[in-house]
């Protein structure tokens, strides 16, 4: 966790001192809204709707519009596999490269943009794991997403952005018990839409 918390910081530092970048942070939350868990053959799975909230922080070069925006986030999402609902806590920390499209005449009170970048997740928990003695569904204990964006920050100070999350390998792993050992019987990868609001001071 120190080591992307310095990544951020360093890349940060890289926009902001050479060109005197603008500073905001802010407060953000939103939606997941996830698709079942792919390639859990045999198996009934669906995704449900969770949510993420937490803290931001953006710097931007004025004059070009480029900018790095960085966030430390709690989210809560989950799937229904045979019946049972799994609920996955983590911080997940995703870090955008951003171009904000600032318009002469609207900039004041509409600037668009669009967004790019990795997300590290760091599972907390996950509810509800075990479907019954002999079958479990486990979300993985990090993992590593790509985010792609877009939206718009309204009046310098609330931000709405539509995002989708691509899983950048296997996300959890449904497993059976049989022979006195648990054996994962396949592995599976979650896509998800996220749509959020955030307030800059």
């Not at 049972?84 to 983590?90: G, L, T």
């Not at 204990?141 to 009046?155: I, P």
């Not at 792993?173 to 996220?194: H, I, L, P």
């Not at 749509?195 to 800059?200: D, M, N, P």
Request: proline share 3%; aromatic share 14%; net charge neutral.
């Amino acid at each position: 966790m120190k080591k992307i918390f310095g990544f951020i910081f360093a890349l940060c530092l890289f926009v902001a001192i050479p060109a005197n970048a603008q500073f905001d942070f802010g407060i953000k939350a939103g939606t997941n809204l996830v698709g079942g868990p792919s390639d859990i053959k045999g198996v009934s799975s669906d995704g449900y709707t969770g949510f993420f909230a937490g803290a931001m922080a953006k710097f931007t070069l004025p004059i070009v519009g480029l900018g790095i925006e960085g966030d430390i986030l709690y989210s809560q999402s989950g799937a229904e596999v045979a019946g049972e609902k799994v609920k996955n806590h983590s911080i997940e920390v995703p870090i955008y490269l951003r171009y904000d499209l600032g318009l002469p005449v609207v900039s004041k009170v509409l600037v668009p943009f669009i967004a790019v970048g990795p997300q590290f997740g760091f599972k907390l928990s996950d509810d509800g794991s075990n479907l019954s003695d002999v079958a479990r569904f486990e979300y993985k204990k990090s993992q590593l997403s790509l985010n792609l964006g877009l939206g718009a920050v309204f009046f310098s100070h609330l931000q709405a952005h539509i995002n989708y999350n691509i899983a950048m390998g296997n996300t959890s792993e449904y497993s059976e018990f049989a022979g006195g050992a648990w054996n994962v019987m396949t592995k599976s990868k979650t896509n998800t839409w996220q749509v959020s609001v955030a307030y800059l001071f």
